[in-house]
């Protein structure tokens, strides 16, 4: 299974979130940064986070983006979930395949997607970043 983009930088933000000194908020910028990725994907990634509560935004002067829920009550399998487009493993209409009528290996990639998602919703966000101590030295988040 081959995660999107999307549902890459998706995780990514929610890590570098559950990372920072409880309390502090930042910036979609400053974490596409930190990345080294486009900061306009990230404002559509955080958007959708914000509009399933994963990330709480706050507008204005003191704005900036948090977590919308402590780290160990966000499910990773549930996130990708809410994340990925196709969750079917495979496009048999792009191009059109004629064994469409009689293929069996798209109910078999439907077993395999649904076993990595059950997988996946055994880690919570706070499994994710257990080595929080690391992440912020990799990454150069702002101590406490």
Known sequence: MKLTTYTDFGLRALMYLASMPYGQRTSVGEIATHYDISR???VKVVAQ????????????KGGGIELGKPAAEINIGQVIRALESNLSGIDCNSPGCKLIKICKLQAALKVGMEAFLTAMEDFTLADLVSNRGEIIAILGIPAE
């Open 40 to 42: 306009n994907h990230m």
């Open 49 to 60: 986070l914000v509009g399933l509560g994963y990330i709480h935004a706050v507008r204005g």
